[in-house]
């Protein structure tokens, strides 16, 4: 499965954070929105069944997640070097910090 797919985990509750608005940009001489999701009951969302050899951006918006939070919103830019293979990009959120990393 190719593509590019996220998941939020919320690390304070222990938890999937449902609800989540999502952005995926994709840079072509400047940032074009490609994509747009809200993660479901499990934390995940499909941003793009086929990815191309690019620079992407993904953005959480958190802050109507997490109001008191300290982040109201999550950036993460990535490249995809491989298209064909999958590009899973999870989240792990608490109030006052996050972090990512490449998943499968």
């Known amino acids: ?40 009951d499990d934390g995940r969302a499909r941003m793009l069944d086929v990815a191309e050899r690019a ?12 109001p008191e939070g300290f982040f109201p919103r999550v950036t ?8 064909a293979q999958h590009h899973h990009v999870p989240l792990l959120l608490s109030p006052f910090g996050y972090s990512t990393y490449r998943g499968s």
Do not use: C, K
């Open 1 to 40: 499965m190719a593509g590019i797919t996220t998941h939020i985990l919320d690390t304070a509750l222990g938890r999937p954070a449902a609800g989540i608005a999502i952005t995926l940009e994709i840079f072509r001489d400047h940032w074009q929105q490609v994509a747009s999701a809200v993660t479901n």
């Open 55 to 66: 620079h992407y951006r993904i953005t959480f918006d958190v802050a109507a997640y997490n």
């Open 76 to 83: 993460i830019e990535f490249r995809v070097l491989e298209p």
